[in-house]
């Protein structure tokens, strides 16, 4: 485990905890344990589903400024890619992703929680993407990611202002799905990825990946990623399992091994 980034595995859920206090400001070394620690989590058999989760007091406020400021264009052009690219396997995990949002999810740090493919928020929680207030844009997928899940027209305004979004607006336009009480975050997102401990994994990953490999291209080639998918599902244990279980039990009572 690292010094700012930890897994947790309990129940079939690991929860990837980040831990800098006071803000969980993601700099060079939060950004590589990150990394490893959703490769684990990836390859892990005995975790189902992730809840990426900052603390009770705050989820991450963005990038480390004071790093930042420190960086020339020959330490980004290198730095930028690295940061992408550890976004992304937590944005590619096999798995069900929940981020579990409690006070500021800032620039890198929404766009941590925009690789989830499920956002729940505390009341008080406040969202956006403030770069341009530094005279830069998103670098970490807060362009892409942001405009896919709320559109092109919204995604501008947010970016181009900087400006904070309170959680009653987030949900209203999408940038969270679930608000709830600040002390009640985690559970909620425990009760999210619980329904998942015990379900059909190799199907839950295909889903994913016709979904969000879909949304990159047209509809005739995402057609043919769901028709791919859909077919190799049937060499699965899982799919054998399911079926079984429906015609001997009916539907919901299967029990999968993950295989």
């Given at each position: 485990?690292?010094e700012?980034?930890?897994l947790?595995?309990e129940?079939g859920?690991?929860?990837i905890?980040?831990?800098?206090?006071p803000?969980?400001?993601?700099?060079r070394?939060?950004?590589?344990?990150?990394?490893?620690v959703a490769?684990?989590?990836g390859?892990r058999?005995?975790v189902k589903?992730?809840?990426?989760y900052?603390g009770?007091k705050v989820f991450?406020?963005?990038?480390?400024?004071?790093?930042?400021?420190?960086?020339s264009y020959n330490?980004?052009?290198d730095y930028?890619?690295?940061?992408?690219?550890?976004?992304s396997?937590?944005?590619?995990?096999?798995k069900?992703?929940?981020a579990?949002i409690?006070?500021f999810?800032?620039?890198g740090?929404?766009?941590?929680?925009?690789c989830?493919?499920?956002?729940?928020a505390g009341d008080?929680?406040k969202v956006g993407q403030?770069e341009?207030?530094?005279?830069?844009i998103?670098?970490?997928g807060?362009t892409?990611?942001?405009?896919?899940?709320?559109?092109?027209s919204?995604?501008?305004?947010l970016?181009y202002?900087g400006?904070?979004?309170?959680?009653?607006?987030?949900?209203?336009?999408?940038?969270?799905d679930?608000?709830?009480?600040p002390d009640?975050?985690y559970?909620?997102a425990?009760r999210?990825?619980?329904?998942?401990?015990g379900?059909?994994?190799?199907?839950?990953?295909?889903a994913?990946?016709?979904?969000d490999?879909?949304?990159d291209?047209?509809?005739a080639?995402?057609?043919?990623?769901?028709?791919?998918?859909?077919?190799?599902?049937?060499a699965?244990?899982?799919?054998?399992?399911g079926?079984?279980s429906f015609?001997?039990?009916?539907?919901?009572?299967?029990?999968?091994?993950g295989?």
């Open positions: 485990m690292g700012f980034v930890r947790e595995v129940d859920i690991g929860t905890r980040l831990d800098r206090p803000m969980n400001a993601i700099n070394q939060l950004q590589a344990e990150l990394r490893a490769q684990e989590a390859t058999a005995d589903a992730v809840i990426v900052g009770p991450a406020a963005g990038a480390d400024v004071k790093e930042f400021a420190t960086m330490d980004i052009v930028a890619p690295e940061l992408t690219n550890s976004f396997v937590v944005a590619n995990l096999p069900p992703t929940v579990a409690t006070g999810a800032l620039g740090g929404f766009e941590l929680a925009l989830c493919d499920r956002r729940i008080n929680a403030p341009i207030l530094l005279g830069i998103p670098g970490a807060g892409q990611r942001l405009a896919r899940l709320i559109g092109p919204r995604a501008k305004d970016v202002t400006r904070f979004v309170k959680a009653e607006e987030a949900l209203s336009i999408g940038m969270v679930q608000v709830v009480a009640d975050v559970e909620a425990k999210w990825a619980s329904q998942f401990t379900g059909a994994s190799r199907a839950l990953a295909a994913k990946a016709a979904i490999g879909g949304l291209n047209d509809l080639s995402g057609l043919k990623l769901e028709t791919t998918l859909f077919a190799a599902l049937f699965t244990e899982d799919r054998t399992t079926m079984r015609l001997e039990n009916g539907p919901g009572k299967a029990e999968f091994d295989r």
